[in-house]
């Protein structure tokens, strides 16, 4: 099947920094990528979906200043934690799908822990 | 909106027992259904899916039919093995590059 890669795996951050996440097609051209998060023993929480060179569309109650999403080209979208909180330590994942698909791919996931 | 409740967990079995994990939804339209499988640590992994009613999704010896009159998607296998626990999800969708819908997922143990 197709791959999406997700890097980095797990970072650890200080309170106040940013991070950045990126979502990679490797094998396929990805129209839309989307972003959960996921909470400990929790299902997976859309926060947004984006279109390649397009703005992100955010899921009600997801601050889009605060969690700024690229998708610049059809094998890559960034999410970026700015400021990060201590809240905001989760397990990030992305996912991405071609046009015309009926299957998204999952990247692995990065797990953020901010201090 | 649409909707997934699928059974709580966790589901703990002994190796080589038989696997059932209910998933039921609700949809304006004619969703396709999937379920996900997530391994400790990992992201998600398309475990198999059905596009359209009475279609039967399978892979690595499970199995789930669309059920359009029950509005049901269960998951089963034959036989588990230690290497199967993980956490399962179902999910919907209503058509192509939209978001799925995702149940609350369940775990499953499997012991030897």
């Known amino acids: 099947g197709a791959v999406v890669s997700q890097h980095p795996s797990w970072v650890i951050c200080k309170s106040g920094t940013s991070v950045k996440i990126e979502c990679r097609s490797l094998?396929?051209?990805?129209?839309?990528m989307f972003w959960y998060r996921q909470f400990p023993k929790q299902s997976l929480m859309l926060m947004a979906t984006?279109?390649?060179?397009?703005?992100?569309?955010?899921e009600q109650g997801v601050e889009k200043d605060k969690f700024l999403i690229n998708h610049a080209s059809l094998t890559l979208s960034t999410l970026t934690v700015t400021s990060a909180h201590p809240e905001d330590s989760s397990f990030y994942i992305c996912s991405a799908e071609g046009s015309g698909k009926n299957i998204q791919y999952f990247g692995a996931g990065t797990r953020l822990s901010v201090l | 909106g649409d909707s997934v409740t699928q059974m709580e967990g966790p589901v703990t079995l002994s190796e080589e027992a038989f696997l059932t994990i209910n998933c039921t939804y609700t949809a304006t339209g004619y969703p396709s259904l999937f379920w996900y499988v997530q391994y400790p640590g990992e992201g998600l992994q398309l475990l198999l899916k059905a596009t359209k009613a009475d279609d039967k999704g399978s892979n690595k010896g499970f199995e789930a039919t669309y059920r359009k009159e029950t509005t049901s998607f269960h998951l089963e296998k034959g036989s588990v093995q230690v290497s199967d626990s993980a956490v399962y999800f179902c999910?919907?969708?209503?058509?192509?590059?939209?978001?799925?819908?995702f149940g609350k997922g369940t775990r499953l143990s499997v012991i030897a």
């Open positions: 094998d396929f051209q990805a129209t839309t």
């Open positions: 984006s279109n390649e060179g397009s703005k992100a569309t955010y």
């Open positions: 999910a919907l969708r209503d058509s192509g590059n939209t978001p799925l819908v």
